[in-house]
């Protein structure tokens, strides 16, 4: 992929290693799950697209599901990287830890992407998709490119992070004419995944967890789902 073209060719086996290794370890299996569920949605879609009503629903909820998976894990993440990293691969793995921290949130952002594309598929909205391609690829060639150029193998990061969350608003309005339903009705999920996220920050900075292990990871996993259960039923009402 183009990411990472750039950082072999420009950067160094060093920081391609440490990249692909963040890479793999985050989006790959969370784009696992959300193709799972993305499977499971898309015959739904065919067989209602002209049921409206149903096919919103059916979006909100998937839009939950996924978020209610991927939030809890990618919150960790980013509040605990360096101790994942020194649990799983070991003290000479580090230099993952910024990659990880920015990998976080395009996990997130990815796996709405993702569930956007089930829907499109299922409408048979074939010109909708080819819209985004001709939108999305070369906003990430851009954003790859000045990334890196200004900030090196973490701006290229940020770049990728940068086009996910371009994808995500150009889908988001796509959707909102299709499906006739307003960008702040979809975008309460996502104020719901920041507050979870900002609350298991906020706990975390709150009493100053210094020492890592794996049972506090565990515990802040916990912590995580039960604020996102709150939230979510806090919203629900």
Not at 191 to 219: E, H, P, Q
Request: with cysteine; glycine share 6%; hydrophobic share 55%.
């Amino acid at each position: 992929s183009l990411d990472k073209f750039i950082l072999g060719k420009f950067a160094g086996i060093n920081d391609l290693g440490l990249y692909s290794r963040a890479y793999g370890f985050l989006l790959f299996p969370l784009r696992n799950i959300s193709q799972v569920i993305a499977q499971v949605i898309l015959p739904k879609v065919s067989e209602n697209k002209d049921n409206l009503k149903k096919i919103k629903i059916l979006y909100i909820n998937s839009l939950n599901t996924v978020l209610l998976l991927i939030v809890p894990i990618m919150s960790v993440v980013f509040i605990v990287p360096d101790a994942i990293v020194s649990l799983i691969f070991g003290a000479k793995w580090l230099g993952m830890v910024p990659y990880l921290k920015v990998l976080s949130f395009c996990g997130i952002l990815s796996s709405v992407v993702v569930i956007t594309q089930s829907f499109f598929v299922g409408f048979g909205s074939h010109r909708s998709i080819n819209k985004l391609t001709i939108l999305e690829k070369p906003f990430l060639i851009v954003s790859v490119f000045i990334g890196f150029f200004m900030n090196g193998p973490i701006g290229l990061t940020y770049g990728v992070l940068f086009s996910l969350l371009f994808s995500v608003i150009v889908r988001q309005f796509h959707i909102s004419k299709i499906l006739n339903i307003n960008l702040l009705k979809q975008n309460i999920v996502f104020f719901k995944s920041c507050s979870v996220g900002a609350l298991t920050y906020g706990f975390f900075k709150l009493f100053l967890i210094d020492r890592i292990n794996i049972n506090l990871l565990m515990i802040i996993l916990f912590l995580t789902l039960f604020i996102y259960y709150v939230v979510s039923f806090k919203f629900k009402r």
